[in-house]
């Protein structure tokens, strides 16, 4: 297939799910060719009582000092990450409460630091709260944060690779499987208003939704793109390397001028961290040249070509 190059650069980051020590892990994430960190701004096992006593009084820091980076970086190297603990609309009442407090001092926290983007897990369709804590928090902070709400395009359980032995399996239809996730997140944005500063950050995982749900995730608008290391496969050479699917829609995710995120660890050992990132700007300089002219031809509509950064909110 012919192909072109675009000599555009690819923007990619580093998902991490703990970072002891800030400034170093984004020396290390830099040196590797990163260009941004993706972080949680608490440490992952903190989970903060708001209810009961005494741990309601613990006194002591809550995390660590703004003061470990310069402004500059926390405004443009930075993307803060909601704890994965925190569920604000959990059913049991004080882990809900306990959620609400803890999702209102992170995205404070995340205010006071100036992050440009600051990245929200959907785990469920339940999400009503969610929607009303973050619209009021846009509305009556000063900031001008952005926020990734991070969606799976295959919810987890759908993607299982086992079968239980003698487990009764239920018949539903594949298309309502494909769309559960994108349903999660239209419920969002609807209930937060189709608030620009409300955008998505699509999970790539190994099992893809059919090719006209993958149309509707792309109408949307997408960010960012989270890569895990477990969806590459392994070359002749034993270079990590990515699906004919997963490279379709990497393709199709280029002409939005989506960020890549990567996450996990590395599962070619033999090889540098690099090697992901080099693949993923091969297919970036190297793409089909069918995707290029729907490419030139949407940018020929538009009358100019617009190059997106962390604090764009369109």
């Known amino acids: 297939m012919a192909s072109v190059s675009t000599g555009s650069r690819v923007s990619c980051g580093r998902d991490l799910n703990c970072v002891p020590e800030v400034a170093d892990t984004l020396a290390a994430v830099a040196k590797l060719g990163f260009d941004f960190l993706c972080m949680p701004l608490f440490?992952?096992?903190?989970?903060?009582?708001?209810?009961?006593?005494?741990?309601k009084s613990r006194p002591g820091a809550q995390t660590r000092s703004d003061l470990l980076l310069c402004g500059r970086d926390w405004n443009t190297l930075i993307v803060g990450k909601l704890s994965s603990w925190i569920d604000a609309d959990s059913e049991i009442e004080t882990e809900r409460r306990n959620s609400e407090a803890a999702l209102v001092q992170e995205l404070n926290f995340s205010a006071y630091l100036g992050l440009p983007v600051f990245m929200v897990p959907l785990k469920g369709p339940q999400n009503a709260n969610l929607a009303r804590l973050l619209l009021n928090h846009i509305h009556t902070g000063h900031h001008t944060s952005n926020f990734w709400i991070r969606v799976p395009l295959m919810a987890p359980e759908d993607m299982r690779e086992d079968l239980i032995e003698n487990e009764p399996t239920t018949c539903v239809d594949d298309m309502s499987v494909d769309e559960k996730t994108w349903s999660w997140w239209h419920s969002l944005r609807t209930l937060c208003d189709y608030n620009k500063r409300i955008c998505l950050a699509i999970e790539v995982g190994a099992d893809m939704p059919s090719d006209a749900v993958i149309d509707k995730w792309l109408g949307e608008p997408i960010k960012a793109a989270i890569l895990p290391t477990s969806i590459f496969l392994t070359n002749k050479k034993g270079f990590p390397v990515l699906s004919k699917a997963h490279q379709r829609i990497i393709f199709r995710?280029?002409?939005?001028?989506?960020?890549f995120i990567f996450t996990g660890t590395s599962r070619h050992t033999e090889k540098d961290f690099r090697s992901y990132l080099q693949y993923l700007e091969y297919l970036n300089q190297n793409r089909p040249l069918c995707y290029m002219k729907?490419?030139?031809?949407?940018?020929?509509?538009?009358?100019?070509?617009?190059?997106w950064d962390l604090q764009a909110t369109d």
């Open 43 to 55: 440490h992952p096992r903190f989970r903060r009582e708001y209810e009961l006593e005494p741990a």
């Open 253 to 259: 995710l280029f002409k939005l001028e989506a960020q």
């Open 294 to 307: 729907q490419t030139l031809h949407h940018f020929n509509k538009l009358g100019r070509c617009q190059l």
